[in-house]
């Protein structure tokens, strides 16, 4: 049945007991919540790792470093295969195996592709991966790899990638899985509900989400929306969009045009997972921003770096591309935007283990090479922490620790 025909608290309690049954949709974060979802008659045609369900962390150093009182993080990296795509993955490619196709394709910056071929594999179909040469981070590439997808590395970026892979739809059977397919936005959207019921249906002043293909921020705002109308919550968060700034549509669109026209620009960011420049979904990103009351910001890479390494030492860690959320939320207290009393949730898109390169270079201080003014530098060097390398005594292991405790106490 729909959601629309339940009242709130049955809609509420019913969602709840599932937590309890055996049953494998049941134990989906994603499929509990099936009334809010596309109707899928044969439910032996669905494919779950058992996605979502994924935890809500508060964050209280990053709290205090951007001068909030009340910071949660809802991390998406804790899916099965380390990215919020598993949410909405499970829906699209249960759709494909539905319709019978044998092939599934997408074009990706890396976590789309492994988490589509972790899900075509379990259920024997065969996935197409384009990814842009030599700008996927090998954690993400090594899953697609694992999951057994047939990898097309092309010479161009992500756009162009797309472009192709449009091109091979429109030529060969094989099922869209970019989150231009209206499944993964309906899958997607189940990750607001989740963090709903954890907040006990009270809605957080701000929800703050990195963008990239503008798929996520659209989708988790359709669905408070949705929310909202089913008297589920009273109120709608404010959603905000934080963008790199070296790949920057968004911001720049609802600068230039106030959102009416698409700016496209040619994408550069260490954050790879949103190297994006001609997002598919502005349109409906826009919408959000324009529902809810959320702003685009945009932060650069010394502040995605910084931000990282924040959450990180809060022992929750996440992919850079996630830690945008960080730097945005910094920038908006200072803006004024965001109050110091406000409830602010980060949406924390992806794993730390999936970008193991960039952490180890920011620790090893070649990120950035010496491109960094020396305030910068202070900001990171606080947090680089490079494996020392020591002569195999205790002797030389206690000295070496007397000096960092020196140095922490300085
Ligand atoms: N964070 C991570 C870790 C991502 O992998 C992505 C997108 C985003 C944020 C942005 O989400 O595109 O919905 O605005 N990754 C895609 C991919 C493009 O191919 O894995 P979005």
């Given at each position: 049945m729909r959601a629309a025909s339940f009242t709130a608290p049955t809609l509420k309690a019913l969602w709840r007991t599932?937590?309890?049954?055996?049953?494998?949709?049941?134990?989906?974060?994603?499929?509990?919540?099936?009334?809010?979802?596309?109707?899928?008659?044969?439910?032996?045609?669905?494919?779950?790792?058992?996605?979502?369900?994924?935890?809500?962390?508060?964050?209280?150093?990053?709290a205090r470093a951007v001068g909030v009182e009340h910071l949660l993080a809802k991390h998406?990296?804790?899916?099965?295969?380390?990215?919020?795509?598993?949410?909405?993955?499970t829906v699209a490619a249960s759709m494909a195996r539905r319709e019978g196709f044998?092939?599934?394709?997408?074009?990706?910056?890396?976590?789309?592709?492994?988490?589509?071929?972790a899900y075509a594999a379990r259920a024997q179909m065969r996935s197409l991966v384009l990814i842009p040469q030599g700008k996927v981070s090998?954690?993400?590439?090594?899953?697609?790899?694992?999951?057994?997808?047939?990898?097309?590395?092309?010479?161009?970026?992500?756009?162009g990638c797309s472009r192709v892979l449009n091109e091979v739809v429109d030529r060969m059977p094989v099922?869209?899985?970019?989150?231009?397919?209206?499944?993964?936005?309906?899958g997607q959207k189940t990750a607001a509900i989740e963090l709903l019921e954890q907040l006990d249906w009270q809605a957080p002043d701000h929800v703050i989400v990195p963008g990239?293909?503008?798929?996520?921020?659209?989708?988790?705002?359709?669905?408070?929306v949705e929310l909202e109308e089913l008297k589920l919550i009273a109120r709608l968060p404010k959603v905000s969009i934080v963008q790199a700034e070296g790949a920057n549509p968004l911001v720049r669109t609802m600068r230039e045009t106030g959102g009416k026209r698409l700016i496209v620009v040619q994408a550069e960011t260490a954050a790879s997972a949103i190297r994006i420049g001609s997002p598919a979904s502005w349109k409906k990103a826009v919408r959000v921003l324009e529902q809810t009351g959320?702003?685009?910001?945009?932060?650069?890479?010394?502040?995605?770096?910084?931000?990282?390494?924040?959450?990180?030492?809060?022992?929750?860690?996440?992919?850079?591309?996630?830690?945008?959320?960080?730097?945005g939320l910094k920038k908006m207290v200072a803006a004024g935007f965001v109050k110091p009393g406000e409830s602010v949730v980060l949406i924390l898109t992806g794993h730390l283990l999936k970008d193991p390169d960039f952490t180890l270079k920011f620790h090893r201080g070649e990120l950035f090479g010496s491109l960094l003014h020396s305030k910068q530098s202070e900001m990171l060097r606080a947090h680089e922490r490079a494996p020392i390398l020591l002569e195999a005594s205790g002797d030389a292991v206690?000295?070496?620790?007397?000096?960092?405790e020196e140095r922490s106490e300085a």
């Open positions: 599932r937590r309890k049954s055996f049953v494998p949709i049941d134990q989906s974060g994603v499929w509990r919540f099936r009334e809010l979802l596309p109707p899928f008659p044969g439910e032996e045609k669905i494919i779950t790792l058992r996605e979502g369900n994924t935890p809500l962390y508060s964050l209280p150093s990053c998406q990296g804790m899916n099965p295969t380390g990215s919020f795509k598993d949410t909405g993955m044998r092939w599934v394709g997408c074009a990706s910056t890396g976590n789309t592709s492994a988490s589509m071929a090998w954690g993400k590439l090594s899953q697609a790899l694992d999951y057994g997808a047939i990898t097309f590395e092309l010479k161009t970026d992500f756009d099922y869209l899985l970019n989150s231009v397919n209206p499944y993964r936005i309906e990239g293909n503008l798929g996520n921020s659209s989708a988790l705002g359709k669905a408070f959320g702003m685009v910001a945009e932060v650069s890479e010394v502040e995605i770096a910084w931000a990282k390494a924040q959450i990180g030492a809060d022992g929750v860690g996440c992919e850079p591309a996630s830690a945008v959320t960080l730097a206690i000295s070496a620790l007397e000096r960092v």
